[in-house]
């Protein structure tokens, strides 16, 4: 069966430094990826999203970036936290199919930045 | 680009009453719909999904939703609430063409006794 690992869980990290948070999948091959960010009343905000490998589409430009350097992993990074990068960040994978199929979701990274 | 809208933030009900949340879709195709649920601190699970066919979709833990292409809406319902089911309800469209899956605002649901 598909598994979905998101670490860390919590982080707390001081403003202006940098960010990697990791996503990996397995038990599926070329998934496609995502990330969204969860703030306060806003839903989930679409980051990235990525077909392949090296394939990354952007959303919202901003402090973030994300790479995807192998079929199953996704990584969100920034170079320099801002206070405003604070937020619960999903990782979700979705299988590559005719048509659509369902997406499913890690447990989340909290992010405080201080 | 298509685009999700749940008009209500919060909503409380009584244990037992019925309940429908509501969701509407804007995409200009045919939509792929979602619904998810989000206990607090945790990941969304899915509740069901509507790709085509029959417009009324049942889900997990009694719900269900239906789809109304004339409203472009996908509200959801159960007829009877339980406690355990105070959480976070989120609805999500997902473009025919391309690979974007967006999702509304969210509906905090508070279940009283």
């Known amino acids: 069966s598909q598994t979905i690992h998101q670490w860390p869980a919590t982080l707390v990290q001081p403003v202006g430094s940098p960010l990697s948070l990791e996503c990996t999948v397995e038990g599926t091959s070329n998934p496609n990826l995502y990330w969204y960010r969860q703030a306060a009343g806003r839903g989930l905000q679409l980051l990235f999203y990525s077909v392949g490998i090296g394939q990354i589409s952007s959303e919202v430009p901003q402090n973030l970036s994300a790479s995807r350097p192998q079929d199953r992993q996704f990584i969100l990074s920034s170079k320099k936290l801002l206070l405003s990068d604070s937020g619960f960040y999903l990782c979700?994978?979705?299988?590559?199919?005719?048509?659509?199929?369902?997406?499913?979701f890690g447990q989340g990274t909290r992010l405080t930045v201080v | 680009a298509q685009s999700v809208t749940q008009p209500d933030i919060h909503i409380t009900v009584s244990e037992g009453a019925s309940l429908e949340l509501r969701c509407n879709y804007s995409?200009?195709?045919?939509?792929?719909l979602f619904w998810y649920v989000q206990s607090p601190g945790q990941g969304l699970q899915l509740l069901l999904k509507?790709?085509?066919?029959?417009?009324l979709v049942q889900g997990i833990k009694g719900f269900e939703a239906e789809f109304k292409r004339s409203q472009s809406s996908f509200n959801l319902r159960k007829p009877s609430v339980h406690w355990s089911d105070a959480a976070e309800y989120f609805c999500a469209v997902g473009a025919y063409y391309g690979n974007k899956l967006v999702f509304g605002a969210g509906t905090i649901l508070r279940v009283k006794s």
């Open positions: 979700a994978w979705r299988a590559e199919a005719q048509g659509w199929t369902e997406a499913f």
């Open positions: 995409y200009g195709a045919t939509p792929y």
């Open positions: 509507y790709f085509s066919g029959d417009t």
